[in-house]
């Protein structure tokens, strides 16, 4: 692999994921990543821009914000891309009114949308409302449907909480996808749109930008096809066999963010 | 399409689908689908062969036989090719020692099944027992599985109660699939060694026989797929799409078990 300074180089902003990035979420209200307060503040103090990129739906922005800001981090509302205020627009512009699969406490950021007479079903990370009952209310929406229209808030496969692995919103998008032989929308990373929101919203070209996550397909694979570079950190859900994906392989791989900015901070910013 | 005499011309044994041929279950306990009563016994008394093949997995052979006969039907557990007693017999031959994803009825088909230290999952039509948290556990085991392995009891997409579509056990099994970069073994319809051992249990060639099911990928296209013909019925799950389906033709479309069992008598049994 090359020397870092020649990976790095043109490297103008940074696109950072949450969770298992800054933090491992979990029922205790999650867990600082060490180090990642402070790599936070260097790059915010960098000539480099940085953004977040997060595929966080079971908490609001602002609620995950303010948990951030507690935990230390340097971060505000207006710094994070998200899936579900992404959405809103999308359901705005098309006219879908949809019923809600998601989890109760985001169930805030869709107040200014009109979810009577549903023509599409809208699920995010749900977690424990992933009943049966809810999934099965979902499947029946979307089957009564015409034209089924499935909008997906991320397709991660699982997170790491600091109990352990869960499960996130992807395999339950799989579930109905198979159920109703149809496809969903994804709005939330690896969709190229969501990417590109965030680079539009960070001011930044994406052959100048770099995504910074721990997972290989959605952070790092996603962002390479935007023309992007990607850096995988060894935290949050990362796998050893994730440095042999079959598909995708990273523009670099480093054992936590304060790592990843050491290095962005000694190779690009001078 | 050519004559029914033609289409169903050397037919010696009929293989029959469950829920949705002969009723829909539901909470209430479901109920027998008109005619089909009279159409299993007409069959019985002829000279055909016939066999039960069902995915059912949310109750034990038993109690669906004793359910089906309170109901009319007449049939014994021996007519009944299903699911969970065939898994037992692969888990014993591979040494396999299952964490059970699967209804509560029907534990006590794996009674003598040594389930300590699971290195398998294996997945039924759970229902409500599809609870987030009892998704996340089965997950957590196949991820700590150096090769991990998935039996799933039928992958059928829905199927019909008395109250509306319902999820079956393939949505979920897609889910885990999904989340850990795995394929399920599919032990049940429209697996060909399913279909292969109900054959031998009716002990009648594939060529000879005919599947009567009203899902036009797990029953029909899953019997054509071993030589054997397929008709579906316009009751359970049927749906007028699955006339146009793009992958799977049926050798005829019926309205019920009642008009299938006609021709049959009428073309075959003479």
Redesign the interface.
């Known amino acids: 692999m090359a020397a870092w300074g020649e990976r790095l180089a043109g490297v103008r902003g940074v696109l950072l994921d949450i969770s298992g990035v800054l933090y491992d979420s979990g029922a205790d209200g999650g867990a600082p990543i060490a180090g990642s307060v402070e790599a936070v503040a260097r790059l915010k103090r960098s000539r480099l821009k940085v953004r977040f990129c997060t595929n966080e739906s079971q908490k609001p922005r602002g609620k995950l914000v303010r948990a951030l800001r507690q935990a230390g981090f340097d971060i505000s509302e207006g710094d994070v891309t998200a899936p579900a205020p992404a959405s809103c627009q999308i359901l705005r512009e098309r006219g879908l009114r949809p019923h809600l699969l998601i989890h109760d406490d985001i169930r805030s950021e869709f107040d200014q949308i009109d979810t009577s007479n549903p023509n599409c079903v809208v699920i995010g990370d749900?977690?424990?409302?992933?009943?049966?009952?809810n999934?099965?209310k979902a499947?029946?929406v979307l089957?009564e449907l015409e034209k089924p229209v499935l909008i997906s808030l991320g397709k991660g496969?699982?997170y790491k909480e600091t109990s352990?692995?869960?499960?996130?919103v992807?395999?339950?998008t799989?579930?109905?996808?198979?159920?109703?032989?149809i496809d969903a929308e994804v709005v939330g990373k690896p969709s190229p749109e969501f990417f590109k929101s965030a680079l539009q919203e960070m001011g930044v070209e994406a052959h100048q930008a770099i995504m910074i996550g721990d997972d290989i397909v959605g952070d790092v694979g996603g962002a390479q096809r935007c023309g992007m570079r990607g850096l995988q950190v060894r935290t949050g859900k990362f796998r050893p066999s994730d440095e042999h994906h079959p598909e995708v392989k990273a523009d670099g791989y480093v054992d936590n963010l304060a790592e990843a900015v050491d290095l962005l901070l000694l190779h690009v910013d001078q």
Chains 1, 2 share one sequence.
């Not at 749900?126 to 009952?133: D, G, N, P, R, T």
């Open positions: 749900a977690k424990e409302a992933f009943s049966y009952q999934m099965n499947f029946q089957m496969r699982y352990g692995l869960m499960l996130d992807g395999p339950y799989k579930a109905l996808e198979y159920a109703c032989g």
